[in-house]
């Protein structure tokens, strides 16, 4: 959030786009004058997330209901891992780049896998170690850990699968390394879902982004896994 306010700093009273309801983004310290747009498909997750600050509306990220040049920043977390790599990637870096003003800046935390793939085991393996901070951190490297080729993806259903013949016991694992068991609700959603994300090495993202985008600042968070969470920040070309 440090390096998204910084970043922001820069533009005086500015048009920004949101991409979804992150409460810390909406919530963050904005320069005075700005004018604040939320864009979510979701309708659950504008009833049940949104922060109830500046304005909100369902859209479709790869079409943009907006005019074109009309944002001066466009922020968001992850957007991109629920769309395919190279083409759902491409179509909307042209549907952002066509709603931000040619000055505009793009502020995106991006989820990538590693440059040298882990498999399923060691992620498992590092769990039963403790050396895994949080459950949302163990859920994302065994997601990327199952995914086959950038291009296929895995399913959040695979995740759980992989999980529930894995470990017969969640709960004591859970009580062991002192972790809450209401996280279990975050990954037994996923049962039998078809819905796949994506993640691509960096380099293929630099790839995709440096189509249409000058990337001007890149952040590795010193945070657990912050290697697999760059922050780019993009202008357009």
Request: net charge positive; charged share 25%.
């Given at each position: 959030?440090?390096?998204y306010?910084?970043?922001?700093?820069?533009?005086?009273?500015?048009?920004?786009?949101v991409?979804?309801?992150?409460p810390?983004?909406?919530?963050?310290?904005?320069?005075?004058?700005?004018?604040?747009?939320a864009?979510?498909?979701?309708?659950?997750?504008?009833?049940?997330?949104?922060?109830?600050?500046?304005?909100?509306?369902?859209?479709?990220?790869?079409?943009?209901?907006?005019?074109?040049?009309?944002?001066?920043?466009?922020?968001?977390?992850?957007?991109?891992?629920?769309?395919?790599?190279?083409?759902?990637?491409?179509?909307?870096?042209?549907?952002?780049?066509?709603?931000?003003?040619?000055?505009?800046?793009?502020?995106?935390?991006?989820?990538?896998?590693?440059?040298?793939?882990?498999?399923?085991?060691?992620?498992?393996?590092?769990?039963?170690?403790?050396?895994?901070?949080?459950?949302?951190?163990?859920?994302?490297?065994?997601?990327?850990?199952?995914?086959?080729?950038?291009?296929?993806?895995?399913?959040?259903g695979?995740?759980?699968?992989?999980?529930?013949?894995?470990?017969?016991?969640?709960?004591?694992?859970?009580?062991?390394?002192?972790?809450?068991?209401?996280?279990?609700?975050?990954?037994?959603?996923?049962?039998?879902?078809?819905?796949?994300?994506?993640?691509?090495?960096?380099?293929?993202?630099?790839?995709?982004?440096?189509?249409?985008?000058?990337?001007?600042?890149?952040?590795?968070?010193?945070?657990?896994?912050?290697?697999r969470?760059?922050?780019?920040?993009?202008?357009?070309?």
């Amino acid at each position: 959030m440090e390096i998204y306010e910084r970043e922001v700093a820069q533009i005086a009273s500015p048009r920004a786009l949101v991409l979804g309801v992150t409460p810390e983004i909406v919530g963050m310290r904005w320069p005075a004058g700005t004018e604040l747009l939320a864009l979510d498909r979701s309708a659950g997750m504008i009833e049940h997330v949104w922060p109830r600050k500046g304005l909100v509306a369902r859209s479709d990220w790869l079409k943009l209901a907006l005019p074109d040049a009309s944002r001066d920043v466009v922020i968001g977390d992850n957007p991109f891992t629920r769309h395919r790599y190279p083409d759902g990637h491409r179509a909307m870096l042209a549907s952002i780049r066509r709603v931000l003003a040619p000055r505009g800046l793009l502020v995106l935390r991006y989820f990538c896998r590693a440059e040298t793939d882990e498999t399923p085991g060691r992620v498992f393996g590092e769990l039963r170690e403790g050396k895994i901070g949080n459950f949302h951190i163990f859920k994302w490297r065994l997601a990327m850990a199952l995914q086959a080729s950038v291009a296929q993806g895995v399913a959040w259903g695979e995740v759980w699968d992989a999980w529930n013949a894995e470990v017969r016991d969640p709960e004591a694992v859970l009580k062991r390394l002192g972790w809450k068991p209401e996280v279990l609700r975050t990954i037994e959603v996923n049962r039998g879902s078809v819905d796949r994300v994506t993640f691509p090495r960096l380099s293929e993202i630099r790839q995709v982004l440096g189509e249409t985008f000058d990337v001007l600042q890149s952040y590795v968070p010193g945070y657990e896994m912050g290697e697999r969470c760059p922050i780019l920040v993009s202008k357009p070309r």
